[in-house]
């Protein structure tokens, strides 16, 4: 089974924090996406890389950049974090050539 | 640009009835189109995908959907629905053979059984 991992469930942060965020896939997935999920928005995507060291950006990428140095991890970090980025944040992976994504169990961060 | 409109916030069905999630979608091209599932303090989980072949796709738990390019919809649905089918469901797709890889998703429909 494919197996996605986040590293926090619960997070709770001040406004100005930096803030890292990290999803780990163990099944070799080339693709790994974050998005966020606000009621009554679904999910969005923020940023979402095909290979080592390659990302670009999703829909609502202001306020964060990704990481990935290394195939199976994939972080999202917030610069500086403030109120309207608490959300659920889940992080996905997919095969190159596949279209089905695994999720992560999702990180509930609360920025205070 | 493509998207996904899940019309419903809620459905209410009893337990032993058929339930219906509805599902509309937009894009420039053919639709690769999925069902995913959320249980409080979840991920999603994977129910069902539509790439090509029968209109009618068949999932986990007893799930399937109806893909209909006239109408541009892919409704859930469940012969029989269980109380332990209450959780958040969530269209999403994406356009076969370009654009990003990313999926575009609805924003959610509750469904609650109730016993």
């Known amino acids: 089974d494919v197996k996605v991992t986040q590293s926090s469930r619960y997070l709770v942060k001040r406004t100005g924090e930096k803030v890292f965020l990290e999803c780990v896939q163990d099944?070799?997935?080339?693709?790994m996406f974050w998005y966020r999920q606000d009621p009554g928005l679904g999910l969005r995507l923020i940023y979402f890389?095909?290979?080592?060291?390659?990302?670009e950006k999703g829909d609502i990428p202001e306020g964060y950049s990704v990481s990935r140095e290394k195939k199976e991890r994939f972080s999202l970090i917030l610069e500086s974090a403030s109120t309207n980025q608490t959300s659920m944040y889940l992080c996905?992976?997919?095969?190159?050539?596949?279209?089905?994504?695994?999720f992560g169990p999702g990180t509930r961060l609360l920025v205070l | 640009a493509q998207s996904v409109a899940q019309p419903e916030d809620q459905v209410n069905v009893a337990e032993g009835n058929p339930l219906t999630v509805k599902c509309t979608y937009s894009?420039?091209?053919?639709?690769?189109l999925f069902w995913y599932v959320q249980y409080p303090n979840r991920g999603l989980q994977f129910l069902l995908k539509?790439?090509?072949?029968?209109?009618l796709v068949k999932g986990s738990y007893g799930f399937e959907a109806e893909f209909n390019k006239s109408q541009t919809s892919f409704h859930l649905k469940k012969p029989s629905a269980l109380v332990s089918d209450s959780a958040l469901y969530f269209c999403a797709v994406r356009v076969l053979g370009r654009g990003r890889r990313a999926l575009t998703f609805g924003s959610g429909t509750r469904l609650q059984v109730q016993p």
């Open positions: 894009v420039s091209g053919n639709p690769y």
């Open positions: 890389s095909y290979d080592v060291k390659m990302k």
């Open positions: 996905a992976s997919s095969f190159q050539d596949q279209e089905t994504q695994y």
């Open positions: 539509y790439i090509t072949g029968d209109n």
């Open positions: 099944m070799d997935h080339e693709n």
